[in-house]
């Protein structure tokens, strides 16, 4: 197979208990400043998975960074690109149209105002002594795998009921074909024994 298969997290809602530390720890991970306190926020958290919960499920939902995105293929400010095997959003140049989130099968996409904007904002009131433009840029957001940390995804980091699990295409196949060669040699030897 020549083509790259992207990465991604998915979920298991047997698992899940719907504690929400996955989208403390997705905002946290995507926070540009250290957070010791609630009291040094200085703007929301905004996480980038969003729990789900029903009657019959409770999981989180997030981005599964398709091969053949239909995200890339609506975004017409082009600011949604395969990157390192990742489906990524540019937020600076995402003009918020809205059309990646129709597009999207899984409502993995969800519009925020922009940081850039938020950041603007402060500064301005800081300057203007509380008084600052009402009109707020929103732009497109999505899971994109903790690009920042080495450590990997933050929510799959912090779940204490393991439910979350990042999944590489190439580490998972070698992992299912060795349980499975396991699984066969097994049921070989059970045969053999029972011949024997």
Do not use: W
Not at 74 to 87: F, G, H, L, P, V
């Amino acid at each position: 197979m020549n083509a790259q298969l992207n990465s991604f997290v998915v979920a298991d809602p047997k698992k899940c208990i719907g504690c929400r530390a996955c989208e403390i720890a997705c905002a946290v991970a995507h926070y540009d400043k250290e957070i010791k306190t609630v009291g040094c926020l200085d703007r929301p958290l905004i996480s980038r998975l969003y729990l789900v919960k029903t009657a019959e499920v409770t999981m989180p939902v997030q981005c599964h960074h398709c091969e053949n995105a239909p995200c890339v293929k609506s975004c017409t400010a082009k600011c949604i690109e395969y990157q390192d095997n990742k489906i990524l959003i540019d937020e600076e140049r995402c003009i918020g149209c809205k059309s990646c989130i129709l597009a999207c099968p899984f409502g993995a996409i969800e519009l925020i105002i922009s940081p850039c904007e938020i950041e603007k904002k402060n500064l301005l009131s800081m300057n203007t002594g509380g008084k600052e433009n009402s009109s707020q840029a929103v732009v497109a957001s999505k899971c994109d795998l903790c690009t920042r940390r080495s450590q990997g995804p933050a929510c799959v980091e912090v779940c204490s009921q393991q439910a979350l699990r990042y999944v590489d295409f190439y580490t998972e196949r070698k992992r299912r074909q060795s349980e499975a060669a396991q699984a066969i040699g097994a049921f070989v030897e059970s045969f053999r024994g029972q011949e024997g």
